[in-house]
Structure formats: structure tokens, C-alpha cells
């Protein structure tokens, strides 16, 4: 090749270009993102609004159905789905990946404004966003005071005024969420007695309180010198002044706010909580900003921290309890600590097996090239160092050194026939260098179809793909170029001498040189043992290939017992608790159950410490609870987070008066691995069907943490108005609905600033006291029109409406403008792959009725698109492989052989899934694809090999077939073995997960060993008698149509490269 010889007569050159590769390399990484996942485009649109007071029913019709039809018009949609909660709609726009976010959002908001004017007043403006999978919180921190010097509302004040302030100024902080909050608030609390017997409408106090509490501009005085602005400033200096305002006359009497209202200057009420280790506190949860780097950002947060330390009050404790950068730092720490300790047993088997120490330098420099060379690439596709990227780099360990070994091995087997060092390594190259470009492109071909793969495991694995064809391509290269100039100016005449001729003499010789010896005599013998089996085979080959075939369909019968799951759990050292209890509980009875859950988790030793949110961000009511549980760190436990979940669930279920939805981390879209839907027009009768498969899917083994969207009804009060009364009293609905809002609900009189500058609301609504029963309800003073002498008139409720106790939906979901009742569930025990089958059939079993019917979501659906998208890449692989082959070798009967040994991979894969306890997941079907470019290396090493000598082409005159095969099973052997230990032992610290979070990406690292192993062993044998049964095929073919060279040039092998 060119560049082969161009590199041996300028070394100098050669060498700055690889010293180029690792400037360059080492240039790009200081300046890539460090993240868990690579920052995947997810075209989802999220539109939330709130109507306040409304129930879920008139949420779904004055909302959330206009919303849907408005934007179901937008092209490209894949999914529309909707939830209608209690004063809450969310409404989201799945698009199809290939449509761009930022129009898609675009678009969103366009329709959104257009229905904007005809929603009710009393809605509030929509917040529409774009998702974000990354978008969950990533650092949360804690403010309390552990000896309980200081109230809620002191923590609150400061968190939000000056460390709230402070976070929001790091850069990459996208918003700071405050959960169990107490904000101070100006409470006017109305008393119903005193509205009535003073004849003082709610109207009227509302209007008092904002005219008397506000600044106004009055223009300005103008002069030659100067200009003075005019303002009235009415504001009131300090709550007690609001007790003076007056409200009403009455004969000339003020009526003055402190005698219909009580003044007090206190918190707002309660509406969510956060619980550190069972003790409330005011939890800051941050989120960060779309395309930031998380560790940047946690990074310049803890910086924060450090900076507000002086200025945290006496007796409050600042704690960051949740810290996702950890999990990133953990992981590619995890990854690089694999990919060095692979390395390093990569270079080993190279030593090993070539028992000199400069040619394992010079095969092992391609290493450290080819990954900081990576690097570069990374950086110009703007790809960054997470979790996949890092992960097809200790994937690549072994493949990397691969072309090096054979190049170099080749070389020393030349030098080793008596040639010059310069002849040898051009030669040597030369000869070996079609095979080996067609291994790599055979790699190449595998790698680049998962690259571009489509579904959300396409977008995940994109960078994963590119990276390894890059690092591939480098090693390539550098074997092409480095290795063979290396071996002509640097060559060892010692190499494969030390412990195996006379005694040993050096230190060298009574050390390492009897292991080496041991181990080039146990390759002897393999190489002998191989011979006589491979001699055996040849003549018998229809024994070989039933062996084969038998153990090619063994596996398939093997596969169901492994099971199936989308992606495996990864142990961070953290876990979390869902739970809800029964409809229409308080505030404070939720929080008695998480105080009873805390109790019992604290009971692990495993547990370090615990954070409960109530009614937190995104959560539909104050019967939810979440609880996140930092677990010790890994090396410090003996129990793993899967282990954990059943003592877990046990303790749980003594505990009264909670459901617990979900006990572990919840997959990267935030759902259980388990979802379907039941969708119709009728919510009664979806609620018959889900009542009728429930209990039956209760009875599946292995299903835990099942729950459903449809809950029990909420207690609610309905209030029917009677028209006539009302109408008689110059009333109508939406004044009655006003006035009721502004007593039970409470309504913004504007708001009061505070000597610190601080503004805070002013909230008038009726006293805690008159708002407890359906009694107190009836006796609500309301303003009806004055009397015919002007005098005003007050009513009561119960004289123009009836009120009477009732149950109310939950929530409203709807699915591609139909209504559904949604199922969730994890698997324990069993894989979700086995369990989901179950549910099926299930499933399958129930009478649906005409326009009902069930569908599968989350991680079950995404796990049936990636197995197929996974399956397409294998194929479109194999195709691209068996076009390399043929191309290589001039034949399109030969590739057939050469492409036999895909098959046997499977025996293998399986097995070793088995031993390890995996199952078949996206992982280890990337590594059973993976599979197709890595065992091909061999088959092409071998047949080429035999090829050539057919030809006479190796040196030595042409042989017979049988001959050839045996002549190169003794040759290719040594490179065979080195390549196929490169990548076993490359891959041995991932597939063993030893380290913390490795669960993930063990399956991929076991796939290939087994896969890489018995294909190895079966290829050796069944390749050569293919090649045997294709050959006579192209012999019979040559008598049958002639033996021209048109006529058989399509069928006859050539070698893949020469001379």
C-alpha cells in the first residue's frame, strides 16, 4: 500500500502525524461536555394551563379538547396525549424524530395563540415547552433547622431571598424550584357574620384593599432645569395599616376592614411539603438548562454554596442531599477505569504471545493513538464524553490492537524467513493488507448501520456508532502506517527467542521468560491439537455440519429462557418510592404516611438518607408522595438496589393507608417498565374493562407495583343554583361563581412590599373556620342587587343555590382524542419481556367491544421498535458485509463460508447471558450486531491464507486444498488466537460489572465474549468445510457451463489482496 511505503521512507513524517492524532485528540477532550447521556433532540411539546377551581370534567371541555383539536392540525405529530386534573390541563405533542423541536414548539404556540381569546377569562396563560428527558432535577438542596430554633417561614424567607437568588445566577441553571415552601402573605380573613350583618359585599373589599394599597403616576412638572415626576404613593407601610381601610359607608358611618375581616400577617397555606429524614424542611430543587453540561453546572452550584456559607443563618444547616452529577462522574469514571484495566489486558496477550517487549510497543502504541484520535472526531461531529461514547471506546480496546497484532505478526514472520527488516515489514503488510482492510471494513459495515439506526434507541446510539467506526478507522491507519515503519527501523531480532532455546541465563529468562516459554508451548500444542482436529473434520464434513447446525438451533431453544427487557437497571447507590393515599386525603395525613415510610426505610443499614416531596413539582395532588433514597455507596453494602426492592416492598406493605405505585428508579421517560392503556369513547365503560382485567393481572407471577389512572371518585360539593330565586334577586351564575371563588378559593388583592423590599401577596378569602363543612357553605353571605331604596341586600348561599355532598373524577386522560384509563407496572422476579407476554394474553382474552381497545406504551413499546430497529441494522450488516467479502475476494459463492461463522455466535451469546444472569436487552442485541464485523476477522484470516497457497502465492508452490487449509490453520492460528484473547480480555472488565453502575453495560461485554469464543472455536473447524463444499460447488459449476474466465470469474475465490 502507499502509504505503507511512504511511511517506511519518511519515519519522520509518519511519526508527527501520529503525534498529530494525539495533540489534536488531546486538544478536543479539554474541550468536550461531559453528560450521562448524549444530548438527544426529543420533538415533544408539553402545553400546561391552569384553571383554578375547576374540575377534572370541565377541564377536559373548556381545555383540554379545544387545545387538542387545535394543535392536532400541526403536521407530523406521532402522539397526542392528554391529562386533566383538577384546575390543571397538560396536554403533549409527541412528534416524529425527524421533525425539528424548535419549530415543532414553534408551531405549537402558534395554534395555542389562536384559541388563547376563546378560553374563559378565569384560565391562566399557557406554559408551553419543549421535553427535555435530561430535564429532571439534578441537584437538590436542603434548609433546615435541626434543633428547630427557626419556623418554616423564616427558613423560606431566607432560602428565597438569598439562596434561591443566588443559584438562579449560576451559569446553565435553568430554573429553581422551591418545594415545602412557607411564603409570609398578608392574610385578610373575611368573617361570613360580619359580611352579613354589615351589609358588606366581598366585591366591595376587594375593591377597598386594591385602591387603597397601590402607587399611581400623575405626570411630571416640567421646568427649564429640571423635571419631577408626580405620584401618589397610597402604599401601606405595614400589615396592621390594611385593619383601617374602609370598606363600606352606612349612614355616614366608615365600616373599616377590622370589623369584617381579621388581619393577619402569617404564612400562605400550605400546599406542598418536603421531608429530609422524616423532618421537614424547605427544599430547593434546580433543574438545569437544555444543552448544558451537568457537571458544569453542579460544578458552579457547589461553588454557590461554598460563597452563601457566611451568610446562613444561626441555626439553619444547608445540605445538598441529591446530586445527579455523581451518577455522570461515577459512570465515565467506571468507563475509563474499564477501558485502561482492558488495555492493559489487551497489551498482556500481546506479550504473551510475542515475548518481546518492543513489539508489543510497537503493536500496543496503536492503543492510545487511536483513542485520543477518537477524540478529535468526537469533537468535530459534536458529539461528548457520556456514558455511550465512553463506552464504545472500552468496546474498542480490543478491536483496536487487532489490525496491529496481525500486521506485526505477520512482519516478524517475514523478518523470521530470512528477510531484511525494511523488506519484511513491506512485505508483510503488503501481503496481509487486503484481509485486513476487509476485516475493518467488515466492522465498519456492522457499526455504521447501528449509528443510524431509526427510534429513540437510534438517537441514543448514534454517537455510540460513529465513535467506534472513527477509533476503527484510526487503528487502521496507524497499523497501515506506524507499525510497519516502527518495525523496519526498530526491529527485534531477539522476538520470539527468550524461554524457549538452551537454559535460562538472564533475570529476564528465569522469570518472564518461563512463562512466555509455557505459553509459546501450550500455543504449540493448541496449534498441533488444531491440525489433527481440523484434519478430521475435512474428512468428515457431513458430521461437521450437523454439529454446527445442532448447536446453532440448541440455542434458539435456550432464548425464552433468558428473557427480555428494554434496558437494564444500573445501581447508583439510589432508589425511589412512589405512593398515594386515599382520595381526598389532607395534606397532613399524607405526610403522617411518609413519616411512617421514612421510618421504615431508615430501619436498612443500607439507607444514608431520605427526601420526601409532597404535592411537589408535577405532581397531581396532595395524596402523592415521593420518596428518593440515597444508599450507601456500593463497595459499602452487601445487598445491590434490585436486592433491596423486596425487603423494601415487605416493610411497605405493613404500613396502612398508603398504595405504593413504584419501588426503584423509573426509566429515562420517568414511566414504569411495564405501561399499556384501555382506550374508547366511554369513560363508564373503560372503568368496567379496567375493573375486569385488574384482578387478573394481579394473579401474574413476577407483576408488583400495578396501578392505574382510574382511582376512586373525590368527595366533592356540588352547588346547584336555583335560577328563579337567583334571577328574582338580580343574580346570575358567573357573579355567584366570582364571589364563592374569592371566600373558599381566595383571591390576589395585589400585593404589599415589605421595609426589605420584598413584595408580598395579599390574599383575602373567608376565615379556616368557615370553610370546614357543607354547612358553612350554606351560610356564605352573597351580594345580590340593592334594594329599591339603594340600600345594599346580603343572602345567603342557601337561598339561591342547593348544596349537596358528591364524587367527582380524579383525572381525565385521553389519547389521540380518545379517552383512556392507563396501567402501569414493574417486574420483580421475572423479566419484563416474560411478564409482559403474560399481560397480552391476558389481555387477549377480554371482549373488547366495538371502538375500545388496548395498546402498549413506555418501555414495553420502545422495547419492541428497538429489537426490530436492532434487527434491521443486523440485517442491513450482513448485507454490507457479504458486499465487502465479495468485493475483496472476487466471488460471490466464497463470502457464503466466510460469513458462516455469524451463525455460531448465537450458542455462545446465549450461554454466556445465561451464566451471568442477563437477559436479552438493547445492550446485548448491540452486542450480538457487534458480532457480525468482529467474527468474520477470523474466517477471512484463514481462508485468505489458504487462498494464497492454493495460488502459491505465500512463498512456497501451490498446494492442494486440504493442504491449504492445514498449511494455514498452522500459520493463522497464533494471529487468530492473539486477536480473538485481545478482545475476550478486553472486554473482561466489562462484562464483569464490578464496578458501581457497570449492570447497564455488562450485557454487552457478555454477549461478545461468548459470541467472540465459540465462534472463534466453531469457525476454525466449520469455515474451512464450507469453504470445501462452495469450491466443489464452483468446480461443478466450471464443468456444467465451461470453464472460461467469463463463465467463472462470478463463482471461483481469488485472493484478497497480493504482492
Known sequence: MWFTRVSISNPVMATMVMLAFVVLGLFSVKRLAVDQFPNVDFPTVVVQMDYPGASPEIVEAEITRKVEEA???????????????????????????????????????????????????????????????????????????????????????????????????????????????????????????????????????????????????????????????????????????????????????????????????????????????????????????????????????????????????????????????????????????????????????????????????????????????????????????????????????????????????????????????????????????????????????????????????????????????????????????????????????????????????????????????????????????????????????????????????????????????FIPKADFSETQINFYTPVGSSLETTEARAKQIDAALRELPEVRHTVTTINGAGSPGKIYGAVYVRLVDRKDRQRSVDQLTGPLRERLARIPGITVTNIGVTDLGGGKSLQFSIQGPDLAELERLSNLVMPKLREIPGLVDLDTTLKANKPTVSIDVKREAAADLGLNVNALAGTLRTLVAGTTAGNWRAPDGENYDVNVRVTPEARVAVDDLLRVPINVAAAPDGSPRIVRLSQVAEVTPSTGLNQINRRDLNREINVDANAYGRSAGEVSADIRRVLDTVAWPPGYRYSFGGSTKNMTESFQYAIGALALAIVFIYMILASQFKSFLQPIALMASLPLTLIGVVLTLLVFGSTLNMFSIIGIVMLMGLVTKNAILLVDFAIRSRAGENGSAPMGREEALLHAAEVRLRPILMTTLAMVFGMVPLAFALSEGSEQRAPMGQAVIGGVITSSLLTLVVVPVIYCYLDDLAAWARRRFGSGRHATADIAPQPAGGK
Open 71 to 565: 394543535v392536532n392540525t400541526i403536521a407530523g405529530i406521532n402522539a397526542l396525549s392528554s391529562r386533566s386534573y383538577e384546575g390543571s390541563s397538560v396536554v403533549i405533542v409527541e412528534f416524529n424524530l425527524d421533525v425539528d423541536g424548535r419549530k415543532a414548539a414553534d408551531d405549537v404556540r402558534e395554534k395555542i395563540a389562536l384559541i388563547r381569546p376563546n378560553l374563559r377569562d378565569e384560565v391562566k396563560e399557557p406554559r408551553i415547552f419543549r421535553f427535555d428527558p435530561q430535564s429532571a432535577p439534578i441537584f437538590n438542596v436542603a434548609v433546615l433547622s435541626p434543633e428547630g430554633k427557626k419556623s418554616s417561614q423564616e427558613l423560606t424567607t431566607w432560602a428565597t431571598q438569598v439562596l434561591q437568588k443566588r443559584l438562579e445566577n449560576v451559569r446553565g441553571v435553568g430554573s429553581v424550584t422551591v418545594v415545602g415552601g412557607v411564603k409570609r402573605q398578608v392574610n385578610l380573613y373575611l368573617r361570613p357574620a360580619a359580611l352579613e350583618a354589615m351589609g358588606v359585599s366581598v366585591d366591595q373589599v376587594l375593591a377597598a384593599v386594591r385602591s387603597e394599597n397601590q402607587e399611581l403616576p400623575m405626570g411630571a412638572l416640567q421646568s427649564r432645569e429640571q423635571e419631577r415626576v408626580v405620584q401618589i404613593n397610597a402604599r401601606l407601610k405595614r400589615p396592621e395599616e390594611f385593619r383601617d381601610i374602609v370598606v363600606a359607608r352606612r349612614g355616614g358611618n366608615a365600616i373599616k376592614l377590622w370589623q369584617v375581616a381579621d388581619v393577619v400577617d402569617g404564612p400562605q397555606e400550605i400546599e406542598s411539603l418536603a421531608l429530609y429524614n422524616g423532618q421537614r424542611t424547605v427544599l430547593l430543587s434546580v433543574q438545569k438548562s437544555q444543552g448544558e453540561n451537568t457537571i458544569a453546572v453542579v460544578d458552579g452550584l457547589l461553588a454557590a454554596l461554598k460563597d452563601v456559607a457566611p451568610l446562613v443563618p444561626q441555626g439553619v444547616k444547608v445540605e445538598v442531599n441529591r446530586d445527579n452529577s455523581r451518577s455522570i462522574r461515577v459512570s465515565v469514571a467506571n468507563v475509563t477505569q474499564t477501558l485502561i484495566e482492558g488495555a492493559v489486558l489487551t497489551v498482556l496477550i500481546v506479550f504473551l504471545f510475542l515475548n518481546s517487549w518492543r513489539s508489543t510497543v510497537i503493536t500496543g502504541l496503536t492503543l492510545p493513538i487511536a483513542l485520543i484520535g477518537t477524540f478529535l472526531f468526537m469533537y468535530l461531529f459534536g458529539f461528548t464524553i457520556n456514558g455511550i461514547t465512553m463506552m464504545a471506546l472500552s468496546l474498542c480496546v480490543g478491536l483496536l490492537i487487532d489490525d496491529a497484532i496481525v500486521v506485526r505478526e505477520n512482519i516478524v514472520r517475514h523478518v523470521q524467513m530470512g528477510k531484511s527488516p525494511m523488506q519484511a515489514s513491506l512485505d508483510g503488510t503488503a501481503e496481509i493488507g487486503l484481509a485486513v482492510l476487509a476485516t475493518t471494513l467488515s466492522i465498519v459495515a456492522v457499526f455504521l448501520p447501528i449509528g443510524f439506526m431509526g427510534g429513540i434507541v437510534g438517537k441514543f446510539f448514534h454517537q455510540f456508532g460513529i465513535t467506534i467506526v472513527a477509533a476503527v478507522l484510526i487503528s487502521m491507519f496507524v497499523s497501515f502506517t506506524l507499525d510497519p515503519m516502527l518495525s523496519s527501523v526498530w526491529h527485534d531480532p531477539q522476538a520470539h527467542e527468550h524461554g524457549r532455546q538452551g537454559p535460562p541465563v538472564t533475570l529476564y529468562d528465569k522469570t518472564i521468560g518461563r512463562v512466555t516459554g509455557w505459553f509459546d508451548r501450550l500455543t504449540g500444542w493448541l496449534s498441533d491439537a488444531y491440525q489433527q482436529i481440523l484434519g478430521w473434520s475435512l474428512k468428515h464434513k457431513l458430521k461437521t455440519l450437523l454439529v454446527a447446525l445442532a448447536t446453532f438451533v440448541g440455542s434458539f431453544f435456550l432464548i425464552p429462557i433468558l428473557g427480555a427487557e
